[in-house]
Each structure stands twice: as C-alpha cells, then as structure tokens.
C-alpha cells in the first residue's frame, strides 16, 4: 500500500496525462453539435417526384434520428432556433439483374435529397447541400437494395435507404471541425 501523499501524487499525474492525450488528439468533451442551437423544427418534407409518400417517412426517419443522436430538441416553427428542409429531388428504382425469364432479380431504389438548415434567430445558413442526380457527385445520396426473389421488398430497401439518408442529414448538423 502506498502512503496517502504518494497515492495523491500519482492520481492527479494520471488525471494529467489523460487529459493532455486527450487534448492532443483533436478529440473533444461533449457532443459534436453546434452548442448555440437548442431546438430544430423539421417541416414535412417536399417532393420533385411524382411518387407520393416519401416525404412522409423521410421526415420520420430525420426526426428519429435527430432525438436518438442529438441534444437538440423538436419545436414548432415559432419556438425553434432553427429550421431544416428537406426536398425529394429524385427516387430511381433501377433493375440490377434479371432472372432468365427477364423478371428482376435485384433492384435499387436511390433516392437524391436537397437539405438546407437555417437559423432562424439570423437568417443564416447553417448547412446546404443540393445534390445532382449523379451519384458521383451528391453529397446526399442514398441506396438500397434488394432482391423480391428472397422475399426482400421494396419496403425494406426504402426504409434502408431512408435511414441511410437521414443519417447522413442528421451528420450536416454537425458542429464544424
């Protein structure tokens, strides 16, 4: 057993070492969100498409996905710091393969998001990204796929990919590094 004084030293030499690695590292205390923002209104989402619905779950998605991963909370228009939308710019289902009887084996549904986040106190832009039809070059660009042949559905690959684009939504909110 070490005697009290040495025992102090020792604990308060670790809890500096760990602190000075930590800060080294560019690593931070806290979450990674934009600490000035408390409240985010999150309107229906519009659509460019003529697929209706979409919106509907996109929105959901966003929504679930700020509540599980960020501090800030959902308000109404006239209560939040900030308003992010969201318009559907384009849904693709493209057929992958076929069977021999030129059925489709494997599908993809992607779907292209443009994304604005403004604050509402100042009118400025916090985030934006409006994406081509390209994959290549969109910054939010979402896919899934699936194969009806195994039972996997059109369902399915939309909530995939709907979850993989608010994700991707939820990280432009994001406190630059």
Same mark, same amino acid.
């Given at each position: 057993?070490?005697?009290?004084?040495?025992?102090?030293?020792?604990?308060?030499?670790?809890?500096?070492?760990?602190?000075?690695?930590?800060?080294?590292?560019?690593?931070?205390?806290?979450?990674?969100?934009?600490?000035?923002?408390?409240?985010?209104? $999150?309107?229906?989402? *519009?659509? /460019?498409?003529?697929? +209706?619905?979409?919106?509907? !779950?996109?929105?959901?998605? %966003?929504?679930?996905?700020?509540?599980?991963?960020?501090?800030?909370?959902?308000?109404?228009?006239?209560?939040?710091?900030?308003?992010?939308?969201?318009?559907?710019?384009?849904?693709?289902?493209? $057929?992958?393969?076929? *069977?021999? /009887?030129?059925?489709? +084996?494997?599908?993809?549904? !992607?779907?292209?998001?443009? %994304?604005?986040?403004?604050?509402?106190?100042?009118?400025?832009?916090?985030?934006?990204?409006?994406?081509?039809?390209?994959?290549?070059?969109?910054?939010?660009?979402?896919?899934?796929?699936?194969?009806?042949?195994?039972?996997?559905?059109?369902?399915?690959?939309?909530?995939?990919?709907?979850?993989?684009?608010?994700?991707?939504?939820?990280?432009?909110?994001?406190?630059?590094?």
């Amino acid at each position: 057993m070490l005697p009290a004084g040495l025992r102090g030293r020792r604990l308060a030499s670790i809890v500096w070492a760990v602190a000075l690695l930590a800060s080294g590292c560019g690593y931070t205390i806290g979450n990674a969100f934009q600490g000035n923002v408390k409240s985010v209104y $999150v309107p229906i989402a *519009t659509s /460019d498409d003529f697929r +209706r619905g979409y919106e509907f !779950q996109l929105t959901e998605s %966003v929504l679930t996905q700020i509540k599980e991963r960020t501090p800030f909370r959902i308000a109404k228009d006239d209560a939040a710091d900030t308003k992010l939308t969201m318009k559907i710019k384009s849904i693709r289902k493209t $057929v992958m393969g076929t *069977t021999a /009887d030129n059925d489709p +084996r494997e599908l993809q549904v !992607q779907f292209a998001v443009d %994304v604005v986040w403004e604050d509402l106190r100042t009118g400025r832009i916090l985030a934006q990204r409006q994406v081509s039809l390209e994959p290549e070059v969109s910054h939010l660009f979402a896919t899934a796929e699936m194969a009806p042949e195994v039972g996997q559905s059109l369902t399915t690959a939309t909530q995939t990919a709907m979850n993989g684009m608010a994700r991707q939504i939820v990280d432009l909110m994001e406190a630059p590094w």
